[in-house]
Antibody
Framework: QLQLQESGPGLVKPSETLSLTCTVS??????????WGWIRQPPGKGLEWIGS???????YYNPSLKSRVTISVDTSKSQFSLKLSSVTAADTAVYYC?????????????WGQGTLVIVSS | QTVVTQEPSFSVSPGGTVTLTCGLS?????????PSWYQQTPGQAPRTLIY???SRSSGVPDRFSGSILGNKAALTITGAQADDESDYYC??????????FGGGTKLTVL
């Protein structure tokens, strides 16, 4: 059974960069059949797709966040990462990593448990 | 910017049937958007219910079904149970590696 686990600081100061890592176990992160993505949920609000990485490192970002987001993958460590720069209080959220199926499905197949990141001085 | 629309809230009686919808601010939802549906209870990660319009994820009861109704994707719960009280999100694949979430529907069973 594939498992994903988010890790990273739970508190980030305004204007700094939020950095999270998702460690994948129970399956290969190298498959080109899947997207590896990040999704967030501000407290009491809905889910928001942040972006994903796929297929030899191709990245896809939510247009509203694109200027601040970088997603990368380290296949040797079976990890992929999220960096969100110039954060504000509005970036406070539970951040989920996920595996998303590719062609013919495009569904979020597996979710991490989520990690709360608070932006505050 | 594409906006995916969902009813903010809905209520259903135990044993009743409810249909939640997922639309686009501009245009119609079709199977080409591979609509999927997720259930989330407080403090938990979402759970996949339906994908590719009408395929049920493993372990999902058959009282959950997906379809296209008119110009929207739809999630129908037949024979609602108390533990169906959750938030439900639809997601549309916009192509080119881009997904968009709907705002979610809070379903009350009472």
């Amino acid at each position: 059974q594939l498992q994903l686990q988010e890790s990273g600081p739970g508190l980030v100061k305004p204007s700094e960069t939020l950095s999270l890592t998702c460690t994948v176990s129970g399956g290969s992160i190298s498959s080109s059949s899947y997207y590896w993505g990040w999704i967030r949920q501000p407290p009491g609000k809905g889910l928001e797709w942040i972006g994903s990485i796929c297929c030899g490192g191709s990245t896809y970002y939510n247009p509203s966040l694109k200027s601040r987001v970088t997603i990368s993958v380290d296949t040797s460590k079976s990890q992929f990462s999220l960096k969100l720069s110039s954060v504000t209080a509005a970036d406070t959220a539970v951040y989920y990593c996920a595996r998303i199926g590719g062609s013919g499905s495009y569904r979020i197949q597996y979710w991490g448990q989520g990690t709360l990141v608070i932006v505050s001085s | 910017q594409t906006v995916v629309t969902q009813e903010p809230s809905f209520s259903v009686s135990p044993g009743g049937t409810v249909t939640l919808t997922c639309g686009l601010s501009s245009g119609s939802v079709s199977t080409s958007y591979y609509p999927s549906w997720y259930q989330q209870t407080p403090g938990q990660a979402p759970r996949t219910l339906i994908y590719s319009t009408n395929s049920r994820s493993s372990g999902v009861p058959d009282r959950f079904s997906g379809s296209i109704l008119g110009n929207k994707a739809a999630l129908t719960i037949t024979g609602a149970q108390a533990d169906d009280e959750s938030d439900y999100y639809c997601v549309l694949y916009m192509g080119s590696g881009i997904w968009v979430f709907g705002g979610g529907t809070k379903l009350t069973v009472l």
